[in-house]
């Protein structure tokens, strides 16, 4: 695996939580604050902080729920008047097609919907999950805004893991998938040492239904050991829709090169690029060519002769927090998810807990 060339002022992005209170009920939310919403001078002010930090080029709205927050337009487009792409996290439950066409116009890029069984939402249950996450996917398409899905998944739940990366290669609407490894925040005590959860099933599972680790983030502490995995993989399908082959994708040379050398010339990491079919057959052949795997470079030419549309398929799965023992806590290295609390940058998932995280 390839370790990501995030560090220091690289690293390319973080998160304004701009409110909380929500109208969805989640297991395992580390949210906690009170109900508020933040101003627009307050997130400016904020912002300031993350950018004297980091070189960031995207910023996630988060919370709560964003949409629920009334300046959300206001604020989506003074980011776009800062040069930022903005994203959000949304349970999707407000999100519809007139407010997608709004969201649009004032120049939101990315929305991620956490949308998963076990939630208590107005808008469906357990039984019609899939097809709400494809709705919601299919109107942020039809508007210009590129989707994401995000669930929560306990660490052991091997069939979790399976059943997201098989709803993932089904849906048209979707290319990437994010994973929060389910844990009990306010559990987390920085003086009693906590053992690491077992990778494997997780690993094997996602494996069986075609993904494998091909790039990651490590520990604040263990920088060698991963806390992001993120499993790339390509898919091409014909005219009628069909999947016609798969590929699952490890770092090649070029890629290695890129990526570090723009991080050292430019102290500024590659983040949120959208993807195209033919952005995706150049790079997978460039890949097979120089370092990647040799079925990826058979994958990309068959794809080009065949006239196959190519789609990339990203899960990344993050580890939470884990308690050294000492008062120390380890995260992910120059944690991405960062956003402000008192005036620094602290990993969204202690932000509420009181907890510091160690730096080794």
Known sequence: MMRLPWYGKTVPHAVLDILRGCNCRCANCYNSAQPCAKSLDTLKSELAVIRAARNVTTISLSGGEPLMHPQILDIIAWLRSEGLKASMLTNGILFDEALAGKLHAAGLDFVTFHIQKGQVRPDCDDECVDAVRCEKGRIARAHGIYPAIVETIRADDAEGFAALGRFLRAAPEFEYALVTVARDFAAINPDVAESEPDRAPMLAALAREGYRPAVFVGGSVRRDRPRWYVLQSAQAVGADGRERAWNMVRPGLVERLFLWGYAILCRRSVHW???????????????????????????????????????????????????????????????????????????????????????G
């Not at 959208?274 to 150049?282: F, I, L």
């Not at 050294?324 to 995260?331: A, Q, S, T």
């Open 273 to 359: 690029v959208r993807s195209t079919s033919a952005k995706a057959k150049v790079r997978l052949l460039l890949n097979g060519l120089f370092g990647g795997r040799f079925s990826t470079l058979v994958f990309a030419l068959r794809a080009i002769v065949a006239g196959w549309t190519v789609r990339e398929k990203h899960i990344v799965v993050q580890y939470p927090p884990r308690s050294l023992g000492g008062g120390r806590i380890e995260v992910c290295d120059n944690c991405p998810d960062a956003t402000v609390r008192g005036g620094k940058l602290r990993p969204l998932c202690l932000a509420d807990t009181g907890a510091e995280e160690g730096c």
